[in-house]
């Protein structure tokens, strides 16, 4: 081949490069240029979504077109400021509140809403939910709800507390006495007793009672009594007692268990009883002799003068005043026989009177004014103090005798 062969191939080949490297030029400045009117085109505008703000520059026609493009999903209960039909201009600002789906508990109920506030109270007020002081709202009002969107709230109402004999009304949230009790921060110790189950259900206006119990041990020195011995003596007339040996009180300690319900003394046992000195006992003898007393009787025709001269004023004897009336062994409910044992309607004419024993004992001999000397052999129901009640042999003379104030002597 010729030199001028090979130069000319060369030269065909350079060429061939040169416009080559021209049309691929052509194309990317071509390129270049589409795209830097397809930028310059672009639109600038602002989107806040949720507070966070995006520039962004875009050749969609509308704000719905604008947050599709940039794969937003806006649901129904999101709102867009302006609206999603809104078209597209320069240095536009677009504001994006995202809603999200929350579930409110309210003790036993569940209701869901859609919301676009991220407070609690703010959720709550949305739903129309009203909170008192004493509800407990989790989380709290015023922090954010979390990652699971649920908000729980325990609606607080009245308890009736009382601890120990100590009333008030709680407001309380608990739904069973347990963990009421808990909260209040009360504890129970071993004896202490609820009056309803721990694990019974609260309810509004439920009341919780406390009985706070306690034992205690307590020791206590205390007189023991002693004991009265009888002894018949046919020497004493009946009705009289003589003292033989004065009793005399011994002492016993005594260990008590003592159980309080609050702070009043519901029991009280005896645990052990330990003598410290014995008792010395009381004897004493019981007069069981009949006395026979008998005195003239004057007619029914005398005179209370007559009988009074027949039967004049002993010397001696504890004298005092008295409230005298008169009875026979007749008389209604009447059976003849007297304290002492002695039968009246089997003497009929015996000088006797009813005494009150604490004034005048039984079995003393007695002088009375208008009525001469007798013996104290008798009680009545009617008879206390200074007053006595004369036997004589006819409810006539009883009556006759009426009721009078008369001396009275005692003689032995």
Not at 338 to 353: M, Q, S, V, Y
Not at 376 to 404: C, M, N, Q, W
Request: hydrophobic content about 35%.
């Amino acid at each position: 081949m010729s030199n001028d062969t090979v130069e000319s191939l060369f030269f065909k080949s350079l060429r061939s490069k040169q416009i080559a490297v021209g049309v691929v030029s052509l194309a990317l400045f071509v390129t270049i240029m589409s795209l830097v009117l397809f930028e310059g085109t672009k639109k600038s505008v602002t989107l806040d979504v949720d507070g966070k703000e995006l520039e962004i520059k875009t050749h969609a026609h509308t704000v719905g077109k604008l947050l599709s493009e940039q794969d937003f999903e806006v649901s129904q209960n999101d709102l867009v400021t302006p609206s999603v039909n809104t078209p597209i201009e320069q240095g536009l600002s677009i504001r994006w509140e995202q809603s999200k789906q929350v579930a409110i508990q309210v003790d036993q109920d569940i209701e869901t809403i859609w919301t676009r506030e991220d407070k609690v109270g703010d959720v709550l007020e949305e739903a129309g939910i009203e909170i008192s002081a004493h509800d407990v709202v989790t989380p709290d009002l015023h922090e954010q709800f979390g990652d699971d969107n649920q908000i729980t709230v325990e609606k607080a109402f009245q308890v009736a507390l009382n601890d120990g004999g100590e009333k008030r009304d709680v407001w309380s949230t608990s739904t069973t006495v347990a963990d009421f009790l808990k909260r209040e921060n009360i504890q129970l110790n071993e004896d202490d007793r609820l009056n309803r189950k721990a694990d019974g259900m609260l309810k509004p206006g439920s009341i919780v009672e406390v009985v706070r119990v306690e034992k205690v041990t307590d020791v206590v020195e205390e007189p023991a009594s002693f004991a009265v011995e009888t002894r018949n003596d046919p020497k004493l007339l009946k009705g009289r007692e003589k003292v033989i040996q004065q009793g005399k009180k011994g002492k016993v300690s005594r260990k008590f268990e003592i159980v309080k319900e609050n702070g009043k003394v519901v029991s009280r046992k005896l645990l052990e009883e330990t003598t410290i000195q014995e008792p010395k006992k009381k004897i004493v003898a019981v007069g069981s002799k009949v006395a026979v007393a008998s005195a003239a009787v004057p007619s029914k025709s005398s005179s209370r003068k007559a009988i009074s001269r027949n039967n004049s004023e002993p010397a001696g004897g504890k004298e005092f005043y008295v409230t005298a009336t008169a009875y026979t062994a007749h008389c209604n409910g009447c059976s003849g026989i007297t304290r002492t044992g002695i039968n009246l309607r089997a003497n009929p004419n015996l000088k006797l009177i009813a005494v009150d024993p604490s004034v005048i004992p039984l079995g003393s001999k007695v002088w009375v004014e208008g009525y001469g000397y007798a013996v104290a052999g008798d009680t009545g129901g009617a008879i206390k103090g200074r007053k006595i009640d004369l036997h004589v042999p006819s409810k006539s003379e009883a009556y006759k005798f009426g009721r009078r104030q008369v001396k009275v002597k005692i003689i032995d």
